[in-house]
């Protein structure tokens, strides 16, 4: 079992004009196997967050638990799909997707048999020997995503994954995690700015204000699974939609510094 448990996360950074506080008491609970998307404006924290989580940035404040166990830096139960695809560029597609298992030592006979067909199923087939540089930013990404799949982490981190790429590798790709995550049910936390993605993908979307980045909302999804593109014509869908949509923008101001004077020069 791999969930995650975040208890008052804050963050601060250092500033030329003193300290920013980036997060404030953000506490949300992932459960193992859940799907939950992290939604608000850019520079809110997400990325922030999500580096917490993954073990790379310690927050000031709070307590983080992976596995009910507290996170002392990164791990090999946790996945990471940075927004910068970030392949090792003196290694081929494939190279880079064996790369985990061969670090792990979990290389076994059939290792290989699976990065081919991971790669053939994100659109990468004939480009094995490619080496990044020879990539497409889309491509690139693709293949980072392999990556990250072939070690079957039980929390999976994704930031932004399929923002860059266009809108039909984009629809492909979600299928793709869909249907991946239909069959191994790996935790998830996902970073994203598209509503239509969050709702389509998750058990949950967790909305975020900014300035300090805190939790305001957490909208339920309760969509049938297994799910599938055609979900995103029922009017329960477009309803959720809204309601995320709403919530993001009722986010929006929240917790800026112009809204708090507003809210004290008023009460
Ligand atoms: N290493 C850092 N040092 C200083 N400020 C940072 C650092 N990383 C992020 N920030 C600031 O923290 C805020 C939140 O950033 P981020 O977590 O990337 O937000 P998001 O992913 O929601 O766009 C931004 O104002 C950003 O400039
Ligand atoms: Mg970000």
Same mark, same amino acid.
């Given at each position: 079992?791999?969930?995650?448990?975040?208890?008052?996360?804050?963050?601060?950074?250092?500033?030329?004009?003193?300290?920013?506080?980036?997060?404030?008491?953000?506490?949300?609970?992932?459960?193992?196997? %859940?799907?939950?998307?992290?939604?608000?404006?850019?520079?809110?924290?997400?990325?922030?967050?999500?580096?917490?989580?993954?073990?790379?940035?310690?927050?000031?404040?709070? &307590?983080?638990?992976?596995?009910?166990?507290?996170?002392?830096?990164?791990?090999?139960? +946790?996945?990471?799909?940075?927004?910068?695809?970030?392949?090792?560029?003196?290694?081929?597609?494939?190279?880079?997707?064996?790369?985990?298992?061969?670090? %792990?030592?979990?290389?076994?006979?059939?290792?290989?048999?699976r990065a081919v067909e991971l790669l053939r199923v994100v659109g990468l087939a004939g480009f094995e020997y490619h080496y990044p540089k020879q990539l497409s930013g889309g491509m690139m990404h693709r293949a980072a995503f392999a990556r990250a799949m072939m070690v079957n982490p039980k929390i999976m981190l994704m930031d932004e994954p399929f923002g860059a790429l266009d809108a039909l590798t984009r629809a492909g790709m979600q299928q793709f995690l869909l249907e991946l995550w239909e069959r191994r049910r790996f935790t998830v936390?996902?970073?994203?700015?598209?509503? !239509? %993605?969050?709702?389509?993908? &998750?058990?949950?979307?967790?909305?975020?204000? &900014?300035?300090?980045?805190?939790?305001? %909302?957490?909208?339920?999804?309760?969509?049938? +699974?297994?799910?599938?593109?055609?979900?995103?014509? &029922?009017? !329960?869908?477009?309803?959720?939609?809204?309601?995320?949509?709403?919530?993001?923008? +009722?986010?929006?101001?929240?917790?800026?510094?112009?809204?708090?004077?507003?809210?004290?020069?008023?009460?």
């Open positions: 079992m791999a969930g995650v448990a975040l208890g008052n996360v804050s963050k601060q950074y250092a500033h030329h004009r003193g300290s920013v506080e980036i997060l404030r008491n953000v506490s949300i609970t992932v459960e193992d196997g %859940e799907f939950v998307s992290l939604v608000g404006r850019s520079g809110c924290g997400k990325t922030t967050l999500l580096r917490i989580v993954g073990g790379f940035v310690r927050p000031d404040a709070g &307590s983080v638990l992976v596995d009910a166990t507290p996170v002392r830096g990164p791990g090999s139960d +946790r996945g990471v799909l940075f927004q910068q695809p970030m392949l090792f560029p003196w290694l081929t597609v494939l190279e880079n997707t064996l790369f985990g298992p061969r670090a %792990e030592g979990s290389y076994a006979a059939d290792t290989r048999e936390i996902l970073v994203t700015h598209d509503v !239509e %993605e969050a709702v389509l993908l &998750s058990d949950r979307v967790a909305v975020m204000a &900014s300035a300090p980045g805190e939790l305001v %909302e957490t909208i339920e999804i309760p969509l049938p +699974r297994p799910r599938t593109y055609d979900v995103s014509e &029922s009017t !329960e869908f477009v309803d959720l939609k809204r309601r995320v949509r709403q919530a993001v923008e +009722r986010a929006r101001g929240g917790g800026s510094v112009v809204g708090a004077d507003h809210a004290r020069a008023s009460g």
